[in-house]
């Protein structure tokens, strides 16, 4: 079952990403493979308003992260507390093997035949999950409530109903990417433990109380690269807030609620879209927390970077048309790059 769920996530992200690399070469042949494809990812300004078939409001960019911020509450609370009663990163060198079999009726994971060194680190590998899944957590929340209390949607602004499909299964698969190695284990302990629980009642469980501390301290002995990994994501987070703080404030003066003002400040001083620039700083954030040793979290963020890119060439040229003082320095997502 592990391998059936990374296999077929691997599989998601890669096409995602091919039919945007295809349409990327410079080939006249490609060009109506290209419309069709601009067409599903075209929204707000960059989506003709003539063309309301089969679309639906922008705003609805807050069912994402409402699907988000459950499904990823409900993936971190139960990795976290199977890592915490199942891989607890102490030192003594305790029989995990025999517990992890014992209790989830047989782990491949934690079999008698790893080395002990396979052991440690894939118990450093769930506690990676659970700190993975909190900062998606963080970013999600945080997106949630933009969405309703700084972004001014303008009441034209749509997005094709693909687009929308594409969104709901991105905010599913992107916080099981970042848990999906151990989610096989994690589904058969909260199964294994729902049904202690019915069967011996709340009183009569092994462990009822919890220790907070040893809660949050193995977050604490994590890698150095999960914390430079912290560092890159809080670095994208605050800038990708203070953008779409400035993308939710440009409406403020103006007479109409769809009204396009050319964007000032932040990263805006050096890319049309620094939202999605910021977007791609956390994902690269994740990479490198995981130490860059995960092929489908490599996968998600190839997802992230060819899909912002595309749609920040279009948004480049948009802003290009619109505006004739339009700032020519500025480039599209990459500074002094593209
Ligand atoms: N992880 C992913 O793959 C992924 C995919 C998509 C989006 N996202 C993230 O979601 C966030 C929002 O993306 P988005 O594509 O919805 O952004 P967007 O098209 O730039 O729109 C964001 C909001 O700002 C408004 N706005 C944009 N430019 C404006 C201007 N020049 N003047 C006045 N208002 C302006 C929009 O108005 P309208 O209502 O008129 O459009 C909308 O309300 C980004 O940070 C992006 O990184 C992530």
Known sequence: ????????????????????????????????????????????????????KFTVPQRFFCHFYAVAVVWTTILAVATWFYAYRMVPLVSEPLDYSTIASHLTGGSHIFSLNNSRSTIVRDRYRVWQSVFLLLLMEVQVLRRFLETIYVFKYSPSARMHVFG?????????????????????????????????????????????????????????????????????????????????????????NTVHADEYVIPRGDWFEYVSSPHYLAEIVIYGGFVVACGGADLTIWLLFGFVVANLAFAAAETQKWYRLKFDNYPSNRFAIIPFVY
């Open 1 to 52: 079952m592990e391998i059936g769920l990374v296999t077929l996530l691997r599989a998601a992200w890669i096409a995602g990403i091919l039919p945007i690399l295809i349409v990327s070469i410079p080939s006249s042949r490609l060009s109506s493979f290209r419309e069709v494809l601009l067409g599903f990812a075209k929204r707000g300004k960059i989506m003709q308003s003539s063309s309301c």
């Open 164 to 252: 929308y499909l594409t969104g709901l299964f991105f905010y599913t698969a992107a916080p099981l990417s970042l848990c999906c190695t151990f989610a096989p284990e994690v589904l058969e302990f909260v199964e294994n433990w729902v049904a202690e629980f019915i069967v011996k009642g709340r009183n009569r469980m092994p462990i009822t109380e919890i220790d907070w501390w040893g809660l949050a301290n193995p977050l604490l002995k994590l890698r150095w690269y999960s914390w430079i990994g912290l560092a890159i994501f809080l670095w994208g987070w605050i800038h990708q807030q203070r953008c779409h703080a400035i993308l939710g404030s440009l409406r403020e």
